[in-house]
């Protein structure tokens, strides 16, 4: 990857991801390569890197490197979910190993992209199936990631729950919204709120009613966030309230 570099797409990079003194990205390192060209390795690399070195690179210094690292596992973790005609029991051993190799390297996740691009995909899929034993693995996993002390761990938390709202399951999303609602970071108000949007997506009731219990807790940014697919007249109500 490194012959992809490019200077001018760095020192974008470098100041969009927030990478200055003080900033959330302080001291990433970027190469300047853009998503889509770490999408073109991992679909050339894809299946053919082991996990030892899935991560070393997700240990790398260069931004670019380590989202390469986490995209390979969110392709081991698509190779690893059952197909249709099989069991959802299939696979389940190697799903924990990739669980457990996301988690252990999760503070690399250290920008949002990481997170978003990866946790739902890793985090999520895990989540959705069974283990060996035919039991479904435990939500609290996302509690322990709310309750860490990184803040990208936290992310991943709330984030993670995308891919069980897509299946229509929105109450870990509440829970974890409920749990990160106070933090003080915007990275944190504007995941929460980008996953209650989804859940209004999935149900607009249930996205309804967790706001007029919480309304007055939620940060403005996860509000407005919340309500945007709303039409400009309840939007308005929902703000008000606030």
Not at 133 to 162: C, F, H, Y
Not at 229 to 239: F, G, N
Request: one cysteine or more.
């Amino acid at each position: 990857m490194l012959d992809m570099a490019d200077d001018v797409q760095r020192q974008t990079l470098q100041r969009f991801f927030k990478t200055g003194k003080g900033q959330y990205g302080e001291g990433d390192k970027f190469l300047g390569i853009k998503v889509p060209q770490t999408r073109s390795v991992v679909r050339e690399a894809r299946r053919q890197v082991p996990d030892g070195e899935i991560e070393i690179l997700l240990h790398s210094p260069w931004h670019e490197v380590r989202l390469c690292g986490f995209l390979l596992i969110v392709e081991e973790m698509k190779a690893a979910t059952p197909a249709r005609r099989e069991p959802p029991t299939a696979r389940a051993a190697r799903r924990q190993q990739l669980l457990d190799l996301y988690l252990r390297n999760a503070q690399m996740a250290n920008n949002w992209d990481l997170v978003d691009l990866s946790c739902p995909y890793i985090v999520g899929a895990y989540l959705l199936l069974p283990d060996e034993g035919g039991q479904m693995p435990g939500r609290d996993l996302l509690d322990s990631l709310a309750k860490s002390d990184n803040l990208w761990e936290q992310r991943i938390a709330i984030v993670s729950t995308l891919a069980l709202i897509r299946k229509g399951q929105t109450s870990d999303t509440l829970r974890i919204a409920d749990l990160l609602i106070t933090h003080p970071h915007d990275l944190i108000h504007k995941a929460i709120g980008w996953a209650l949007r989804e859940v209004g997506k999935s149900d607009i009731d249930v996205l309804r009613a967790y706001l007029d219990t919480h309304v007055l807790r939620l940060p403005r940014t996860s509000l407005r966030y919340a309500i945007e697919r709303m039409d400009p007249d309840e939007r308005k109500m929902w703000m008000t309230r606030k």
